[in-house]
């Protein structure tokens, strides 16, 4: 990562520090450096499966570990969930970067950094934590709120993906820009972000992923029944419709917040 003020900082420090307390007190500026969120404009979403048992652990070695490597190496830790079904993965969570090359770069120096190649070894000293990872690139849509803004009390969080039929991407975001947004808000689902896929993956030209939220598992499955009802959306779906359906199918997660996520 490139920091403007560092051939400043690296001269201050060479007049007035040994070359040893040089490097340290450079290091430490740099992880304290808050990474400005105006910047974010590139997104991944990944998802770990653990091998059975190993799912406490791995969550502690984020908890305690992880996530503030991360920070150091100018990834943004946005969001860390676990599956409400607790057969399926073990963590998904969302990371913020400047760039796809900014997330490269991050990613290099994090896999080479002393600190993690450490916790790395010492967590995994009876087993490795996890059995695969799955990654999927992001970018926001031009209709989605910024994810840094969400302020909800909800317990629960949903993420949806709509797979469209040929063609009719853009249709459907423009049902969401011009009405299903606002439409949840009516029906007590807040909206916390939504997102493209990345140029140059499967899917890109027929996908959305959306996360929304819900004040808890129960009310979630009100909500649904509700905005199905409302007339406000049985009008925008029929107006939309009119020249072939919008979505071939969709696939629904509930997510529960673990205690380290920073939104929650």
């Known amino acids: 990562m490139k920091y403007p003020t560092l051939l400043f900082l690296s001269i201050l420090f060479f007049n007035c520090s040994s070359p040893k307390n040089q490097d340290e007190s450079i290091s430490e500026i740099i992880a304290s450096e808050e990474i400005n969120t105006e910047n974010i404009a590139f997104y991944e979403l ?3 499966f653990s091998p059975l048992g190993k799912s406490e652990d791995l969550l502690a070695r984020f908890r305690n570990h992880t996530t503030s490597i991360f920070e150091n190496h100018g990834m943004k830790n946005i969001a ?5 079904d607790s057969s399926a993965a073990t963590l998904v969570y969302l990371l913020g970067f400047t760039s796809k090359e900014d997330r490269d770069n991050s990613f290099e120096e994090f896999r080479k950094d002393p600190e993690w190649i450490k916790v790395k070894e010492d967590s995994e000293v009876n087993g490795a934590l996890v059995d695969s990872v799955q ?3 992001l970018t926001l849509t031009d209709y989605s709120p910024s994810i840094f803004d969400y302020t909800s009390s909800n317990s629960i969080f949903e993420m949806r993906t709509y797979h469209t039929n040929e063609g009719k991407l853009s249709d459907l975001h423009n049902r969401f820009r011009n009405h299903t947004m606002k439409i949840f808000e009516n029906n007590q689902m807040a909206n916390v972000a939504y997102f493209n896929l990345y140029e140059g993956q499967r899917g890109v030209e027929n996908t959305l992923i959306y996360f929304i939220s819900h004040e808890n598992r129960d009310k979630a499955t009100e909500n649904w029944s509700h905005f199905g009802e409302d007339p406000d959306w049985k009008s925008a779906y029929s107006e939309s419709i ?3 359906t919008l979505v071939n199918h ?3 997660v509930y997510l529960y917040p673990t205690d380290f996520s920073p939104i929650r």
């Open 250 to 252: 969709l696939e629904s």
């Open 242 to 244: 009119k020249n072939g």
């Open 46 to 48: 990944r998802t770990y």
């Open 80 to 84: 860390y969930w676990v599956p409400a």
């Open 135 to 137: 990654s999927i690139f």
